[in-house]
Every structure is written in structure tokens, then in C-alpha cells.
């Protein structure tokens, strides 16, 4: 009941396109669902959050959909660019521990 | 800079030996984590700290310590009980107010030889 499952696990598009990853939770005490953006050898960077309150959040080229009913949330990146080829993370927790629980990842290629 | 420092980037250690990987922040953050990536399972949690002198164990905590005796630091042991210590490690802190975001640490990549 603590898993996020997440998918693909990899995805190519092309320039300009539209990258979607998915994520899918159990745990209905889950209530902050952020989406982190990996570079090889780097740490993670917070890219966007959302709270169960909303279905959707944008930020520029970036969206968080979620659907509390189904349990998922899922990540939309417009218009592709090159330098998003990285490695996006799905996670989870509830604001009272925030003991996060990530997804396993999507490694993201955007060919030129 | 106020960030998230991890020493040494890089960590070759003998089998059997005890290790310690440092993470300092300058962020007066409350909460620190500390995170094992392996390839194909995402990160997964050792141990996390809400505050100082405070620590709970994560999903994989064995053959690991903490400590949290001031707020900036929480260094974290991989001791020679952990079968599988060749690992990308992350530490992370959050800051407990506002949007409650979770900062990382440039990572340490510890080889077991």
C-alpha cells in the first residue's frame, strides 16, 4: 500500500513534443505528490507539486494532473526540448510525516 | 550559497569496513534525509530526521546509522552489517514551513571493493 508505481520506464519524443509520465498511489492518506527532475550524477530537483485539492497545476511548460477517484497523477511536458532529457521521479507522502515514497523513474530522451 | 553539501563525491572502501558519508546544510532546515538510489528502483529511504536529535528509521535502515546532534549535519554511517553498500547516496532537507520542499544533496557514490 506504499508503493507508487510508475510509467513508462523510458520514453523518447520528439523535439516539441508532448512527454506524459504516470504515476499511480494506494495510499489514500497520500496528500503531496511532487515530481522531481534527475540529471546523470546530480541530485534530484523539485520541478512541480501538487496537493489532492486541485486537479491540476501548471507551471511554464509543465502540468500535474491529478485524479484523486483513480488514485493518479501524471506529468506533461509541452513542447519537448532536448534539455529535458533526464530522469523524472513521481513521489508521495502525507503532510504529517512527509515520509516520501518515490516512484522507480522515467528516463526521458528528446531527440533534436 | 545556501544549499546542500556531500563529501566526497566519490568513495572507495574495502569490504568489512565501516563508513561514514557527510551532508551539511546551510539552509536552517529542520528535516533531513538520507536516500539510496540504485538502478531500476528509484530512491528508496535509510533514515529521515524531523529534528535535532531526533531520527526515525526508513524502509531499508538495516546495516545503516545516524545522528542528528546539530541541525545542520546528519552524517550517515554504512556499516559493514549492509550486504550491498555500492550505491548512489542522497541527502536531502526540507524546510517545515511554507511549501514544505524537499532539497538534494549532490549525491555520494560509495564502491565497495
Known amino acids: 500500500q506504499q508503493q507508487v508505481k510508475q510509467s513508462p520506464q523510458s520514453l523518447i519524443v520528439q523535439k516539441g513534443g508532448i512527454s506524459i509520465i504516470n504515476c499511480a498511489y494506494e495510499n489514500t492518506a497520500f496528500d503531496y505528490f511532487p515530481w522531481y527532475q534527475q540529471f546523470p550524477g546530480k541530485g534530484p530537483a523539485l520541478l512541480i507539486a501538487i496537493r489532492p485539492d486541485v486537479s491540476e497545476k501548471k507551471e511554464g511548460r509543465f502540468t500535474i494532473s491529478f485524479n484523486k477517484s483513480a488514485k493518479q497523477f501524471s506529468l506533461h511536458i509541452m513542447d519537448s526540448q532536448p534539455g529535458d532529457s533526464a530522469t523524472y521521479f513521481c513521489a508521495a507522502c502525507t503532510s504529517g510525516t512527509y515520509k516520501y515514497i518515490f516512484g522507480t523513474g522515467t528516463r526521458l530522451k528528446v531527440l533534436a | 550559497d545556501g544549499g546542500i553539501t556531500q563529501s566526497p563525491k566519490y568513495l572507495f572502501r574495502k569490504e568489512g569496513q565501516n563508513v561514514t558519508l557527510s551532508c551539511e546544510q546551510n539552509?536552517?532546515?529542520?528535516?533531513m534525509y538520507w536516500y539510496r538510489q540504485d538502478p531500476g528502483q528509484g530512491l528508496r529511504l535509510i533514515y529521515y530526521?524531523?529534528?535535532?536529535?531526533?531520527?526515525q528509521k526508513g524502509d531499508i535502515a538495516e546495516g545503516y546509522s545516524v545522528s542528528r546532534e546539530k541541525k545542520e549535519s546528519f552524517p550517515l554511517t554504512v556499516t559493514s552489517a549492509q550486504k550491498n553498500p555500492t550505491a548512489f547516496y542522497l541527502c536531502?532537507?526540507?524546510?517545515?514551513?511554507?511549501?514544505?520542499?524537499?532539497?538534494f544533496g549532490p549525491g555520494t557514490r560509495l564502491t565497495v571493493l
Open positions: 536531502a532537507s526540507r524546510n517545515s514551513g511554507g511549501r514544505n520542499e524537499q532539497f
Open positions: 530526521s524531523q529534528i535535532v536529535n531526533d531520527f
Open positions: 539552509l536552517n532546515h529542520d528535516a
